[in-house]
């Protein structure tokens, strides 16, 4: 099957992390900066202890994936999803054009502005069933979804690490942000809506009275509502604390000394804005719980539903830890510090940031720590000059790499998902790919360099780029039609022989 092909993939990945750990050596931190020291091989006794620690340091990662399972199966338990499918795709069958654009930008802006890859998960097999529904190929559909996460977050302007070790707010860079993002989120709108050719409607919709569906769209409004409430920091964006002050006024409600909220809701609930996928995870698990008790679900079929969830978002678990013991492999063999020392030497440019960028996306899966091990490398070394720099190159190069990375999370889900290969996707993508990354490349040169004369250079050079290859297209259709052309006729003249 193609699914087993994503992990053909990450197995390739892995051997590759453990053989490159025999040929170059490994760079340490400690106070005195990076140190050069000697080889570090990653053994195969080593993926075990390794595989441990991966599955340790991403445990709430993993049980979000997990918990979003559950979710989809306890609808489909329902008998309610399908519809919900059908009637969604129903509003939008004389317009699926404005069905893509709202789907792009509702998933691409809240992951913008909430700086977080994982939270718009829970509203990605929704849209792709919707949009397959609506005859859009599963390539298309992937990349309005999960290609729309991405490059959103691509323009992210809140950042923790990036943030914290930069010593940088959310309104630092935030025109360069912005602009990288909504170039990244109209691009997918264009590339879909002219490049793609869309299908007739998967099969005929069907509609339904909406008293049987409100349920499930309040959850899902509801759902949306609390992840921009709960995943965008209100505070840092526009000092407003209020979130803060209602929750603190919760909790000074008490019975003995014992605050009522939190013995009942529990101490780990936090305020709108400083949210996790825990969080999160938690209300989905609730909203999971709800829904089979308004269908009334019965308790075996609730279970059952349940662990149907588990075993089909079982592999998604495994994906996540098979790409993060990349991770673990280059860093506890410290060959990425060694190869970032090469690139970068004393001083970074934008080629050379931009490369190690592209590496960290590929030997740092998880975001949170790729930001962390990348800056500290440099901020270990004698390099100049790349704070500037690596204060927007890294956010978007790096996001944008994970469209094509063989260990970037969110497609390796999408592909198994699909059941699509990953040279297929490769090929689907390239040339819009190439076109994206020039075309950053030229927002970063001009927001740091503004409009000198390479610059303007380097976007003579991406139109040339980009008409060639939309001429390419055409041309390439329209052979295309050419040869379809007489089949058609040859049949024709057939079925008259044969009348005669």
Request: net charge positive.
């Amino acid at each position: 099957m193609k699914k087993y092909n994503v992990f053909k993939i990450l197995t390739i990945v892995i051997l590759l992390s453990m053989v490159l750990s025999y040929f170059i050596p490994g760079s340490n931190l400690s106070y005195a900066g990076l140190e050069k020291g000697t080889i570090i091989p990653v053994t195969f006794a080593n993926l075990f202890s390794n595989g441990i620690t991966t599955v340790s340091a991403l445990i709430t990662t993993i049980i979000w994936v997990l918990v979003i399972g559950v979710f989809y199966f306890v609808l489909k338990k329902t008998g309610k999803y399908e519809t919900l499918v059908e009637n969604t795709a129903s509003v939008f069958d004389t317009n699926r054009g404005l069905f893509v654009v709202i789907t792009v930008f509702a998933l691409g802006l809240v992951t913008l502005f909430s700086g977080d890859l994982l939270a718009m998960l829970i509203f990605v097999p929704f849209l792709y069933d919707v949009l397959t529904k609506l005859g859009f190929s599963k390539l298309s559909s992937i990349l309005a979804t999960i290609g729309s996460v991405i490059l959103g977050f691509s323009g992210s302007t809140y950042t923790y690490y990036i943030n914290q070790y930069m010593s940088l707010t959310v309104k630092d860079n935030l025109t360069a942000k912005i602009t990288i993002g909504l170039i990244g989120l109209v691009s997918i709108v264009a590339f879909i809506l002219v490049f793609n050719k869309n299908k007739k409607l998967n099969g005929e919709i069907r509609k339904s009275t909406m008293k049987k569906m409100l349920p499930l769209y309040i959850t899902f409004i509801l759902l949306f509502v609390f992840v921009v409430l709960g995943f965008i920091n209100w505070n840092a964006y526009f000092g407003f604390k209020g979130f803060e002050t209602f929750l603190e006024n919760l909790r000074e409600a008490k019975v003995s000394g014992v605050s009522i909220f939190d013995a009942v809701f529990g101490a780990t609930i936090v305020p709108f804005g400083q949210w996790q996928t825990y969080n999160l995870g938690v209300l989905v698990m609730f909203a999971s719980i709800l829904l089979s008790l308004i269908y009334r679900l019965k308790i075996n079929d609730f279970f059952e539903a349940f662990g149907e969830g588990l075993k089909k978002a079982f592999p998604y678990a495994i994906i996540i830890t098979l790409a993060n013991l990349v991770l673990v492999n280059v860093y506890s063999s410290g060959i990425f510090y060694t190869i970032s020392i090469a690139i970068t030497g004393k001083t970074i440019n934008l080629f050379t940031g931009s490369l190690t960028s592209m590496l960290s996306s590929i030997a740092y899966p998880d975001y949170g720590y790729s930001a962390q091990f990348t800056l500290t490398s440099l901020m270990g070394t004698t390099a100049t000059g790349y704070q500037a720099l690596f204060a927007i190159t890294y956010q978007a190069i790096y996001s944008l790499f994970l469209l094509i990375s063989p260990t970037s999370i969110l497609l390796l889900f999408a592909l198994y998902k699909t059941d699509t290969r990953y040279i297929d996707w490769i090929k689907y993508i390239g040339k819009y790919f190439l076109v994206l990354l020039l075309a950053y490349l030229l927002v970063i040169a001009i927001f740091l360099k503004g409009f000198n004369t390479p610059t303007i250079i380097f976007m003579l050079a991406i139109l040339v780029v980009l008409a060639f290859i939309i001429v390419a297209f055409k041309s390439k259709k329209e052979s295309k039609e050419i040869k379809e052309e007489p089949k058609k006729e040859v049949k024709k003249d057939n079925k008259k022989t044969n009348k005669k």
